[in-house]
């Protein structure tokens, strides 16, 4: 008799045990998944900041992207830094009494997109920009 439970307390707590293990374990996963996803999350934002005074270095030379002749229409220009894609969109709006439109002010749109990640991470940043 005395066997026999020892034997079920045995077998009780090595299940338990192994119970805990797979909790451990799971907890860890499910930091370690967080944690890259967060890193992820503040690169594509560094990467959207990035852009944003990229475009507005290019729209302060005047070469942001060619055909500029419409200053209301919207400009594009893709940025692949793997595992991001970088999409910048720059329109212009005319001010009254300027006449080199590229000069007025712009609105750039900057999305960072990583689709192909198991979560896949979307950043948007819109920036008003005023020579």
């Not at 293990?21 to 967060?38: D, E, F, G, H």
């Not at 991470?121 to 920009?129: E, G, L, S």
Request: zero cysteines; glycine letters at 4%; proline letters at 5%.
């Amino acid at each position: 008799m005395r066997r026999g439970f020892s034997l079920v307390t045995g077998i009780f707590l090595m299940v338990a045990i192994a119970a805990l293990a797979v909790a451990i374990l799971s907890l860890a996963a499910t930091t370690s998944v967080q944690k890259s996803q967060a890193f992820l999350r503040a690169q594509a934002e560094l990467l959207a900041r990035s852009a944003t005074e990229y475009a507005v270095l290019k729209v302060s030379e005047g070469t942001i992207l060619p055909d500029m002749t419409d200053s209301f229409a919207a400009h594009n220009a893709y940025i692949r830094a793997d595992p991001f894609d970088i999409n910048i969109t720059v329109r212009f709006i005319a001010e009254p009494g300027i006449s080199d439109d590229i000069n007025g002010t712009a609105i750039v749109d900057v999305v960072v997109e990583a689709p192909d990640l198991d979560m896949p991470i979307r950043y948007n940043r819109r920036t008003v920009q005023v020579p």
